[in-house]
């Protein structure tokens, strides 16, 4: 219930500090569909101030699920601190690799 109101919000387009941080906080949720909705949300609704805390997420989360709900957040949001997000991480992604 709690995944599908995330969802509900984040498609009416409202953008105001309550829901933002409310979508904040569903983050750390510890039901991994609440994490994913709460993600995808905050991409819908462009929430740069969330940035911070999905990259965290993103690079944390032990549900792989998780991890892509946020990255795709990260692209949605599309604001110079997420673009940089997803370009760090990938470089360092691909150093890991090599380093195999």
Sequence with gaps: MRAVAA???????VKNYKVVQSMIRKLS?????????????????????????????WRGDTISHVRQ????????????????ALRMTRVLSDEMNRLK
Excluded at 7 to 13: D, E, F, N, Q, V
Excluded at 69 to 84: D, F, K, R, T
């Design 29 to 57: 949720d510890e039901d991994r569909l609440v994490r994913e909705a709460a993600c995808i949300s905050l991409g819908h609704m462009r929430a740069e101030v969330s940035v911070r805390y999905i990259v965290a997420l």
């Design 69 to 84: 709900a946020a990255e795709v957040a990260l692209g949605l949001i599309n604001s110079p601190a997420s673009q940089e």
């Design 7 to 13: 969802i509900a919000l984040g498609k009416t387009g």
